[in-house]
């Protein structure tokens, strides 16, 4: 800590500098979880220094940037602000895996109405265990706090990542043909997408703390607030092992947009993906929201995962090896559908 640097001036603005130089204090332990082999910098400086690493005949860098969204209100109203960093972190190195590509290091940006250390430090703890479960090294961010721009007790959460595939071994489409199949990787809840919808639904701007964390029937038992917290799942390592063995000819992350958004992302003209809604297993929240809002089928299909949060396309002469090293890995993996001949990208029946 730079116990020289003190700006009264500043402070009477609403800037209180020694509360940062708290916050990376509080915060280097969770950051030392993440230091991986390329990391060639420590936390502090103007710049993350990251060495690619080497085995690469071209190297190709792959990005992707994202946020939380409206979810951090049900983190405020929860006053739980340790699993948000997950959300933070899956939502960029999920992305970034549909190319194929190994996800490198993450850095965050948080914005906030008034720092406080410990609350910094329980939103880096869960960035950096996003990190860890994504194989990332957080090599730097920024905590921005802006007094009069955001209330003191709320922030917002973004970041981006940066990982790295051969050319060679770049995901495309171009192989994809009618009779492969689509695998179902299952999400753990509505992720990190559609909560404008959920919050008007369930009246969250006015609903009581006792309200959102009282155990649900519908939910088995779960709060409605501990359910929608639940951390986006990150795919990295399971997809990572299955690269390894298998020809994947496509993956979409099932985002804002649900499925009719996001799986013609990895579908090539001419081809459709044919899915029956009976195949999809649909989380019991989805039923909530549904019933809740009078939300018809097809919206709700085309604006949450429905319970997959990520879908890959295979041989199906490769699909009983994927679906064994995706469920060996953790991942409760199943068939969902096959590609088809077809002028519609998504066909649900």
């Known amino acids: 800590m730079n116990e020289k640097s003190y700006s009264e001036a500043y402070k009477e ?7 940062g130089y708290r916050s990376v204090e509080l915060m280097k332990q969770y950051v030392a979880r993440t230091m991986t082999e390329g990391v ?28 939380v969204g409206t979810k951090l209100k049900i983190a405020f109203l929860m006053e739980k602000y340790d699993t948000v960093g997950i959300d933070c972190v899956a939502m960029c190195v999920n992305d970034v895996i549909c190319c194929g590509a190994k996800p490198l290091f993450f850095l965050d940006y948080i914005a906030c ?29 920024e905590t921005a706090e802006m007094p009069g721009f955001y209330p003191e007790d709320e922030f917002d959460l973004a970041g981006f990542s940066v990982g790295i595939v051969d050319k060679k071994n770049i995901v495309d489409n171009n192989s994809m043909e009618a009779g492969d199949v689509v695998i179902a990787l299952p999400s ?4 990190s997408n559609g909560f404008s919808l959920v919050r008007k639904i369930f009246d969250i701007d006015h609903i009581s703390k006792e309200d959102l964390t009282k155990p649900r029937e519908e939910l088995l038992g779960k709060s409605l607030g501990e359910t929608l917290l639940t951390p986006t799942v990150i795919y990295v390592k399971p997809v990572m092992k299955l690269l390894e063995r ?7 992350h099932i985002t804002g947009g649900g499925f009719y958004e996001n799986i013609p992302r990895s579908i090539p003209d001419g081809l459709g993906a044919k899915i029956k809604m009976a195949d999809v ?5 989805f039923h909530l929201i549904q019933k809740t809002g009078n939300i018809s089928t097809r919206d709700m299909f085309n604006t949450y995962n429905m319970g ?7 041989k199906k002469e490769d699909e009983a090896e994927a679906l064994s090293i995706l469920q060996s890995n953790g991942v409760q993996a199943y068939h969902l559908g096959e590609i088809v ?7 649900l029946n």
């Open 13 to 19: 603005a609403g800037v209180d500098i020694t509360a």
């Open 40 to 67: 060639c910098s420590g936390l502090g400086g103007f710049g993350g220094l990251f060495e690619l690493p080497s085995g690469y005949e071209k190297p190709i860098l792959v990005s992707g940037t994202d946020g």
């Open 113 to 141: 109405g008034k720092n406080v250390p410990e609350k910094i430090a329980d939103i880096v703890k869960g960035v950096s265990e996003g990190c860890v479960q994504s194989d990332s090294a957080l090599v730097g961010g």
């Open 188 to 191: 753990s809840g509505v992720h």
């Open 246 to 252: 298998i020809k994947v000819k496509g993956i979409s």
């Open 281 to 285: 297993k649909i989380l019991p929240i």
């Open 308 to 314: 997959v949060g990520m879908s890959i396309v295979v």
């Open 341 to 347: 001949a077809s002028q519609d990208k998504v066909i």
